[in-house]
Nanobody
Framework: QVQLVESGGGLVQPGGSLRLSCAAS????????MGWYRQAPGKQRELVAT???????NYADSVKGRFTISRDNAENTASLQMNSLKPEDTAVYYC???????????????WGQGTQVTVSS
């Protein structure tokens, strides 16, 4: 079993910054992808950013240039630095990891509990 603990959400004014963190623990042999998704009220969950084990990052067009994902493979943590926040960034943000629990296992996907980000004046 794998546990994800997220932190860093909150209320911020437009133009402000927040940093989200995610720590994975449990039966982890390796993590292929660490990422962040978000879901706004009445909308589907959408990808925000991902970071592969090979060092490749991917961002939603709506956050490019404003958000930066980082990853610490030794600590099994990922962070999302969010700058120049806009009201439309308001959502519950979820950490996501694709994990192998042993060397030849298939990949399993786990989700965090979510952390609320509200951008409002």
């Amino acid at each position: 079993q794998v546990q994800l603990v997220e932190s860093g959400g909150g209320l911020v004014q437009p133009g402000g910054s927040l940093r989200l963190s995610c720590a994975a623990s449990g039966s982890i042999f390796s993590i292929n992808v660490m990422g962040w998704y978000r879901q706004a009220p009445g909308k589907q969950r959408e990808l925000v950013a991902t970071f592969t084990s090979g060092g490749r990052t991917n961002y939603a067009d709506s956050v490019k240039g404003r958000f930066t994902i980082s990853r610490d493979n030794a600590e099994n943590t990922a962070s999302l630095q969010m700058n120049s926040l806009k009201p439309e960034d308001t959502a519950v943000y979820y950490c996501n990891v694709d994990v192998r629990t042993y060397s030849s296992s298939p990949t399993f996907r786990y989700w965090g509990q979510g952390t609320q980000v509200t951008v409002s004046s």
